[in-house]
């Protein structure tokens, strides 16, 4: 059995990680409401750029641009996000877990990675990491999405990759976030077909269609890269929130046994102290 002195000296180790703990859960608390309300904001408009080009998909025909029909090359750009830091619980595993294993070809793979965590784990796995952009994340600006989508749509016009795909966390409520892989380009018609057959009555651009996708497009997809930042934020402060709180439990059950393992030591060696004392005073008697 551990000696007192060993008891009491684990304990205060864990009481102090116990208050490390406690004010994590505290600042992600408090940056988790900023996060999500930001994230919630930000939804409408990104629905509705959604609409926008599904309703213009659904009524321009046989469109043939680029952004849709697609280019040759078998590359294919995976943006990642991902944190910075850890003790987020699974956050940033689970995404990560979710690219490696999402079927795509390891080598045809340019990996741009947006969160420390991520570039370091693909770097480890061996993965090609075209750019890093972490910084990114620790204050999400869509101008920051705009120049991300710009370089890698002048790559796909160029046909130097011939897939974008986006892998973040969505943000569903304080504690469920939804590891997501999503491909932005080129874009699949059968992803934006509109539920209703009213929709689907052709019409005419005007600029014409393809002038029309050139500008709509980029601005879609740095809507999104901007839309999985901000939620990807909101998703990593609710699972430090949760992993924290959790910690701070485990901490809280773990004094207790401690506290119950110390006062039984203690009472054993005062029991042991009094016989000791018996023993003694029925010798001299």
């Given at each position: ?27 992600s608390?408090?940056?988790?409401q ?23 998909l ?9 952004f ?22 699974g956050?940033n ?15 045809d ?14 770097n480890?796995?061996g993965?090609?990491l ?11 600006d869509?101008?920051?999405a705009?120049?991300?989508c ?7 016009k ?10 973040f ?5 304080t ?5 997501t892989?999503m ?6 018609r ?19 269609e393809?002038?029309a996708l ?9 809507s999104?890269?901007y839309g ?5 934020v909101?998703s ?7 992993a924290?709180?959790?910690?701070t ?5 773990m004094?207790?046994?401690?506290t119950?393992q110390y006062n ?16 003694g005073?029925?010798a001299?008697?």
């Amino acid at each position: 059995m551990a000696s007192m002195r060993d008891i009491k000296r684990r304990k205060g180790s864990i009481q102090s990680t116990q208050q490390i703990t406690k004010a994590m859960k505290l600042v992600s608390t408090v940056k988790l409401q900023r996060s999500k309300q930001r994230a919630l904001n930000s939804k409408a408009y990104f629905n509705y750029m959604f609409k926008t080009i599904q309703s213009m998909l659904a009524k321009s025909g046989t469109i043939s641009h680029p952004f849709v029909a697609g280019n040759e090359s078998e590359r294919k750009a995976v943006i990642v996000i991902t944190g910075n830091r850890g003790l987020a619980g699974g956050y940033n595993s689970n995404v990560i877990k979710m690219v490696m294993r999402s079927g795509l070809n390891k080598e045809d793979l340019l990996m741009y990675t947006i969160g420390k965590k991520g570039r370091e784990a693909f770097n480890r796995h061996g993965y090609q990491l075209a750019e890093d952009y972490s910084p990114m994340i620790e204050a999400p600006d869509y101008v920051d999405a705009m120049r991300l989508c710009s370089v890698l749509l002048n790559k796909y016009k160029a046909g130097e990759i011939g897939e974008i795909w986006f892998a973040f966390t969505a943000f569903k409520n304080t504690v469920s976030h939804e590891p997501t892989m999503m491909k932005l380009l080129p874009v699949d018609r059968d992803e934006f077909k509109p539920d209703g057959e009213e929709d689907e009555a052709p019409m005419n651009f005007e600029p014409a269609e393809d002038e029309a996708l050139e500008l709509i497009i980029p601005k879609y997809v740095a809507s999104i890269i901007y839309g999985g930042m901000i939620e990807a934020v909101a998703s990593e402060n609710g699972a430090r929130m949760q992993a924290m709180d959790s910690a701070t439990s485990n901490a809280e059950e773990m004094i207790g046994k401690l506290t119950l393992q110390y006062n039984r030591a203690r009472q054993g060696s005062i029991t042991q102290e009094l016989t000791e004392i018996i023993a003694g005073a029925q010798a001299i008697s």
